[in-house]
């Protein structure tokens, strides 16, 4: 049982399709991140948000597009996708910044194959 | 460039016998926090073990612990007595070089626990 969940698991979709990748935390966090997880490739950090407030966009392109309505959910939009945007997403959350040495929590992930 | 160095790509023991992941990262900050996560077949990333810069006394978690030199840059985890569960991948995850509200992580070493 995790308190971050991830929807869909895995999702295939085309070049020019739209989608849309879901993650809530049951945790009463604060803090909520995406980060990114290919093959022979460390952890990539995209976005932070804190408090619904975006406070880190690690150079992500635009076909990549956030959104938290509130500190329980994000969204990741896609659109125009690459293959090589086929990856692990992760979705985690803390309770408070890791500046202050909170421990980030996160999902089982969502599988995406881009074709 | 990357700052967090998990020099041992594949690994493995023995069923109940020790083994150690190495982990070394570069930072110029004195005050910090390092994480190891497990990232099992089920691709979720779990907490194993966390330390904090600022403390001399290694962080310990039932078999797991870590062996923190400071001076040297290197944050080590120990697992004890492995156990078939055990079998993963590891990631080394300071918070270093001032990175806001974000982890760094290392490539992760994969291993195989051996019955």
């Known amino acids: 049982e995790t308190g971050v969940t991830q929807t869909p698991r895995h999702l295939v979709m085309g070049m020019t399709n739209k989608k849309s990748l879901k993650c809530e935390q049951h945790?009463?966090?604060?803090?909520m991140y995406w980060y990114k997880q290919s093959a022979k490739k460390p952890l990539e950090l995209m976005f932070v948000?804190?408090?619904?407030?975006?406070?880190e966009n690690n150079s992500v392109p635009s076909r990549f597009s956030p959104e938290c309505p509130n500190s329980s959910h994000l969204f990741l939009h896609l659109h125009t996708l690459q293959p090589e945007d086929s990856a692990l997403y992760l979705c985690?959350?803390?309770?408070?910044?890791?500046?202050?040495?909170?421990?980030?929590?996160f999902g089982e992930g969502s599988w995406l194959t881009v074709v | 460039a990357q700052t967090v160095t998990q020099s041992q790509p594949e690994m493995s023991v023995q069923e109940a016998e020790t083994v150690t992941l190495s982990c070394t990262y570069d930072?110029?900050?004195?005050?910090?926090?390092l994480f190891w996560y497990k990232q099992p077949p089920s691709r979720q990333m779990i907490l194993v073990i966390r330390?904090?810069?600022?403390?001399?006394q290694n962080a310990t978690e039932n078999r797991f612990s870590v062996n923190f030199q400071k001076a040297a840059k290197s944050f080590s985890l120990k697992i004890s007595d492995s156990q078939l569960g055990d079998t993963a991948m590891y990631f080394c995850?300071?918070?270093?070089?001032?990175?806001?509200?974000?982890?760094?992580f290392g490539g992760g070493t994969r291993l195989m626990v051996k019955p």
């Open positions: 945790l009463g966090h604060n803090a």
């Open positions: 995850a300071p918070r270093i070089n001032n990175a806001g509200n974000m982890l760094t």
């Open positions: 930072t110029s900050e004195n005050n910090y926090y």
């Open positions: 948000y804190n408090f619904k407030e975006q406070t």
């Open positions: 330390q904090e810069a600022y403390k001399q």
């Open positions: 985690a959350s803390s309770q408070g910044q890791i500046v202050s040495g909170n421990t980030i929590y």
